[in-house]
Nanobody, 125 residues
Framework: QVQLEESGGGLVETGGSLSLSCIIS????????MGWFRQTPGKEREFVAT????????YYADFVKGRFTISRDNTKNTVYLQMNSLQPEDTAVYYC??????????????????WGQGTQVTVSS
């Protein structure tokens, strides 16, 4: 079973930046495609960005294009999310997860069923 540990969240002012990390551990047969998702109270978890096994292909939700960058370092079993130009509406708990598909326009990525604890991102106005 794969374990996921997110970190790097915090409180930042509007326009600021944060860098999230997700360490993948446990039974890893090969580098899985990964994604970042986020959730606010009362809302469903939504897809933010995905990356394929070697980092060669990425896919972003429209609301983060040009602001967020997903990347990975397979030597460290870590996936990153660099978040710039943060807005109050980016406030959420951010989760990473394996994805079965990267997603295409109109069809969001399919995450696995096992989630980590997430990391809170709060953007003050």
């Amino acid at each position: 079973q794969v374990q996921l540990e997110e970190s790097g969240g915090g409180l930042v002012e509007t326009g600021g930046s944060l860098s999230l990390s997700c360490i993948i551990s446990g039974r890893i047969e090969r580098s899985p495609a990964m994604g970042w998702f986020r959730q606010t109270p009362g809302k469903e978890r939504e897809f933010v960005a995905t990356i394929n096994w070697n980092g060669g292909t990425t896919y972003y939700a429209d609301f983060v294009k040009g602001r967020f960058t997903i990347s990975r370092d397979n030597t460290k079993n870590t996936v990153y999310l660099q978040m710039n130009s943060l807005q109050p509406e980016d406030t959420a708990v951010y989760y990473c997860n394996k994805v079965l598909t990267l997603g295409v326009p109109g069809i969001p990525p399919a995450p696995s069923d096992s989630w980590g604890q997430g990391t809170q991102v709060t953007v003050s106005s």
